[in-house]
């Protein structure tokens, strides 16, 4: 068995997502996956287009098809995503019971003055870097206040970017080396994994989130709790780039890659 564990994996009970649970459980059983865990957007932001599109009875139901499905020979984990923990926690604990899931995925998906920076339109008439300055602002806050097991695609903003025509190839260590060191700090005292998340690899920018160049960093401090998740959405990128996000995870010097079951970490070897 291959041991990958997709960590970030959307349902058709996420509102811009389109495949069951349970066929996506089949596709990983095809694939020798050691498990998938499954992901529903719980996003409270007005502006996001999967705002208010989270029905827990219905996600909970596609859960249980799916492990039927799965019938113990694939892993199946219950997560759910969560956009800016730090501002819409409150709201959010109000209708998820976050015991009842394996791992929650903290998000960020807009940022304030700028809208969602996952498209061209949060750049225009605007400056990109300092809009990116605020991506990663946002991500200090929320990873020092928020209830999370994992750091979801750090660095989504080059999706935004380079949909905007804009440079998007830049290595932010060099604009914000404190920022970023601390933010990999924080994840590391608090023990929330960073998530490699490899839809950049299916997209123009064409590379993971976070680079490698904060994963070698991230390495470096003495971070070894790392996810791999291929943000699954729809057709035809299902769990795409996981081989290649799991070689990058070699090459940065990791032997070990998570999953978590309970909110508890646990460890599977990369070689």
Same mark, same amino acid.
């Given at each position: 068995?291959?041991?990958?564990?997709?960590?970030?994996?959307?349902?058709?009970?996420?509102?811009?997502?389109?495949?069951?649970?349970?066929?996506?459980?089949?596709?990983?059983?095809?694939?020798?996956?050691?498990?998938?865990?499954?992901?529903?957007?719980?996003? +409270?932001? !007005?502006?996001?287009?999967?705002?208010?599109?989270?029905?827990?009875?219905?996600? =909970?139901? &596609?859960? /249980? $098809?799916?492990?039927?499905?799965?019938?113990?020979?694939?892993?199946?984990?219950?997560?759910?995503?969560?956009?800016?923990?730090?501002?819409?926690?409150?709201?959010?604990?109000?209708?998820?019971?976050?015991?009842?899931?394996?791992?929650?995925?903290?998000?960020?998906?807009?940022?304030?003055?700028?809208?969602?920076?996952?498209?061209?339109?949060?750049?225009?008439?605007?400056?990109?870097?300092?809009?990116?300055?605020?991506?990663?602002?946002?991500?200090?806050?929320?990873?020092?206040?928020?209830?999370?097991?994992?750091?979801?695609?750090?660095?989504?903003?080059?999706?935004?970017?380079?949909?905007?025509?804009?440079?998007?190839?830049?290595?932010?260590?060099? +604009?914000? !080396?404190?920022?970023?060191?601390?933010?990999?700090?924080?994840?590391?005292?608090? =023990?929330? &994994?960073? /998530? $490699?998340?490899?839809?950049?690899?299916?997209?123009?920018?064409?590379?993971?989130?976070?680079?490698?160049?904060?994963?070698?960093?991230?390495?470096?401090?003495?971070?070894?709790?790392?996810?791999?998740?291929?943000?699954?959405?729809?057709?035809?990128?299902?769990?795409?780039?996981?081989?290649?996000?799991?070689?990058?995870?070699?090459?940065?010097?990791?032997?070990?890659?998570?999953?978590?079951?309970?909110?508890?970490?646990?460890?599977?070897?990369?070689?």
């Amino acid at each position: 068995m291959i041991p990958i564990t997709d960590m970030h994996v959307h349902t058709s009970d996420s509102p811009d997502a389109d495949i069951p649970a349970r066929e996506l459980v089949a596709r990983g059983l095809n694939m020798n996956l050691a498990g998938i865990g499954f992901v529903a957007h719980v996003d +409270l932001d !007005p502006e996001d287009y999967c705002y208010g599109g989270f029905k827990e009875n219905t996600y =909970n139901r &596609s859960i /249980e $098809l799916a492990r039927r499905e799965a019938a113990n020979r694939i892993l199946v984990l219950k997560g759910i995503e969560v956009g800016e923990p730090h501002i819409y926690e409150e709201q959010v604990k109000e209708i998820v019971d976050y015991s009842a899931y394996d791992f929650i995925t903290g998000a960020i998906h807009s940022v304030e003055g700028a809208g969602m920076i996952l498209g061209k339109s949060a750049y225009e008439n605007a400056n990109p870097l300092e809009i990116v300055e605020r991506y990663y602002t946002e991500t200090l806050q929320m990873v020092a206040e928020a209830d999370m097991d994992i750091l979801a695609h750090m660095g989504l903003f080059r999706r935004g970017l380079a949909l905007a025509g804009l440079e998007h190839d830049f290595n932010e260590l060099e +604009l914000w !080396p404190d920022t970023i060191l601390r933010i990999l700090e924080i994840i590391i005292d608090r =023990n929330i &994994s960073l /998530e $490699l998340n490899t839809s950049g690899l299916r997209r123009r920018e064409n590379i993971t989130y976070p680079t490698p160049w904060i994963l070698e960093l991230y390495h470096r401090i003495g971070g070894t709790l790392i996810t791999i998740g291929s943000d699954t959405h729809r057709e035809p990128y299902v769990f795409f780039g996981l081989f290649d996000g799991r070689q990058l995870l070699i090459e940065s010097g990791f032997k070990e890659v998570f999953c978590f079951e309970n909110r508890i970490p646990k460890r599977m070897s990369l070689v």
